[in-house]
């Protein structure tokens, strides 16, 4: 699996859809499919992290491909990127949303008794919330006996994949990097950053 992550982030983050991220805790286990991603480059993708170059923050990013790089959002919430590319060249794919296959009872917790259950997991910082991942992943290996894993799932139809812009970024908004599946009620809904500006796509 870790030479299928070993490619480019546009091309991995489609890929992803279907795949499952488990986190294994002392409360129990929740078990997330994916079903929506986003991909980031790095020096080529100015809506990347990675777009100035190597940082402490970003030096997850860099690889090797399979790594969970996360991030603190607006200061408000976590995010969940898996690290792809080449080792050294920074490329990551957010993952933006998901449905949650097991330990729904966990999820609720801590998202909170009254969330339904397409929206436990739907959107970057609800995915998090609702896996339990914080700072304390980042760097993990999702593909040793780590706490977190990512697994295989069911093969997902290629019909029902469909490519989009970015969500709530300024710059490279427009880039159709955006990957989820149609009519899945779990995806999160399409905002443009009002800070958005034109860019050349790619």
């Given at each position: 699996?870790?030479a299928?992550?070993?490619?480019?982030?546009?091309?991995?983050?489609p890929d992803?859809?279907?795949?499952?991220?488990?986190?294994?805790?002392?409360e129990?286990?929740?078990?997330?499919t994916?079903?929506?991603?986003?991909a980031?480059?790095?020096?080529?993708?100015?809506?990347?992290h990675?777009?100035?170059?190597?940082?402490?923050?970003?030096?997850?990013?860099?690889?090797?491909?399979?790594?969970?790089y996360?991030?603190?959002?607006?200061?408000?919430?976590?995010?969940?990127?898996?690290?792809?590319?080449?080792?050294?060249?920074?490329?990551?794919?957010?993952?933006?949303?998901?449905?949650?296959i097991e330990?729904?009872?966990?999820?609720?917790?801590?998202?909170?008794?009254?969330?339904?259950?397409?929206?436990?997991?739907?959107?970057?910082?609800?995915?998090?919330?609702?896996?339990?991942?914080?700072?304390?992943?980042?760097?993990?290996?999702?593909?040793?006996?780590a706490?977190?894993?990512l697994?295989?799932?069911?093969?997902?139809?290629?019909?029902?994949?469909?490519?989009?812009?970015?969500?709530?970024?300024?710059?490279?908004?427009?880039?159709?990097h955006?990957?989820y599946?149609?009519?899945d009620?779990?995806?999160?809904?399409?905002?443009?950053?009002?800070?958005?500006r034109?860019?050349?796509?790619?």
């Amino acid at each position: 699996m870790r030479a299928a992550l070993a490619r480019p982030a546009e091309e991995v983050a489609p890929d992803l859809l279907g795949a499952v991220l488990t986190h294994e805790t002392p409360e129990g286990t929740v078990s997330i499919t994916i079903t929506e991603t986003e991909a980031y480059s790095g020096a080529a993708d100015p809506a990347s992290h990675a777009y100035r170059g190597r940082t402490p923050r970003n030096a997850v990013m860099f690889g090797p491909a399979g790594h969970l790089y996360v991030y603190r959002s607006h200061g408000l919430h976590w995010c969940a990127n898996v690290v792809t590319g080449a080792d050294g060249i920074a490329s990551a794919v957010l993952v933006r949303a998901g449905r949650v296959i097991e330990g729904e009872d966990l999820a609720r917790e801590r998202r909170g008794d009254k969330v339904e259950s397409a929206r436990l997991a739907r959107g970057p910082g609800n995915f998090c919330q609702a896996l339990g991942i914080t700072a304390e992943h980042n760097g993990t290996d999702l593909l040793t006996d780590a706490s977190v894993a990512l697994s295989e799932g069911e093969p997902v139809p290629a019909a029902l994949v469909r490519a989009g812009p970015r969500v709530g970024v300024s710059r490279a908004h427009d880039w159709q990097h955006r990957f989820y599946l149609a009519g899945d009620p779990t995806v999160s809904a399409y905002r443009l950053s009002p800070r958005a500006r034109p860019s050349a796509g790619a």
